[in-house]
């Protein structure tokens, strides 16, 4: 009777090839992973500023009476007072470094922000979750073209980091932007996503993400 088997060397073969193709599929697998960690932090950020919108809106009228401007310190500094009760902190950075991952990079890898400057007039805070917000002002144009929502005034941007300082730092990857317009709260590229794409800026992939059912499918 003859026995079957399997030689050393044809076990160390067939393990060297799964080996391989572990190593092949483990950084897919893992920013699959990390993309739905995300995913599920930006539902939530959303989810917070949506409230926070609702309350402020509540309290100081709609945001076309806020008088919105782009850089004008005054101006940023009462949104992020309008806000700020409805927020749940874990630090504050009032126009300073500490709550901000820098450098920020576009989707297209180009850096947008390569350290803090206090002449930007942004403020910026920690969630007690770890997710991390700035708040800036942009013009009507700017959102316009650059962020793909059509509005007529200067608007308040919320940009969230939504794992903190971690990697990437990187827009359309982890940090994503939502806007505050005379229609209340809106995700970017709500009406045109034309930059969330390769060699994109990124910058208008928060809608996408939202109506493809909270996943990243840009590449």
């Known amino acids: 009777m003859r026995n079957f088997g399997f030689t050393l060397a044809e076990v160390l ?8 193709v572990v190593a092949m599929t483990m950084p897919s697998l893992n920013q699959k992973l990390e993309d739905q960690r995300n995913m599920s932090s930006l539902k939530k950020a959303y989810s917070i500023l949506q409230q926070a ?7 100081h009228e709609g945001p076309e009476y806020w008088g919105m401007v ?7 500094t009462n949104v992020y007072n309008f806000y700020k009760p409805y927020f749940n902190m874990m630090r504050e950075c ?9 450098p920020t990079k576009n989707f297209d890898g180009s850096v947008y922000w390569s350290a803090h400057n206090t002449s930007w007039y942004q403020y910026a805070f920690t969630l007690a979750d ?7 002002i942009y013009p009507r144009d700017t959102i316009r073209s650059s ?20 990697l990437p ?5 982890d940090m994503f932007a939502f806007m505050v317009t005379e229609r209340g709260l809106q995700p970017a590229g709500l009406d045109s ?9 990124g910058w208008s992939c928060t809608s996408k993400i939202i109506h493809d059912g909270w996943t990243i499918k840009y590449k």
């Open 13 to 20: 073969i067939t393990l060297g090839i799964i080996g391989v």
């Open 53 to 59: 919108t609702n309350l402020a809106i509540s309290e």
């Open 70 to 76: 782009d850089n004008s310190v005054e101006s940023v």
């Open 94 to 102: 009032p126009n300073q470094p500490g709550c901000w991952a820098y």
């Open 130 to 136: 770890g997710i991390n917000v700035l708040i800036d």
């Open 147 to 166: 962020f793909g929502n059509n509005v007529n005034m200067d608007c308040a941007v919320f940009w969230v980091d939504i794992n903190a300082d971690r």
């Open 169 to 173: 730092n990187q827009i359309g990857r």
């Open 193 to 201: 996503t034309n930059n969330c794409r390769k060699g994109g800026t």
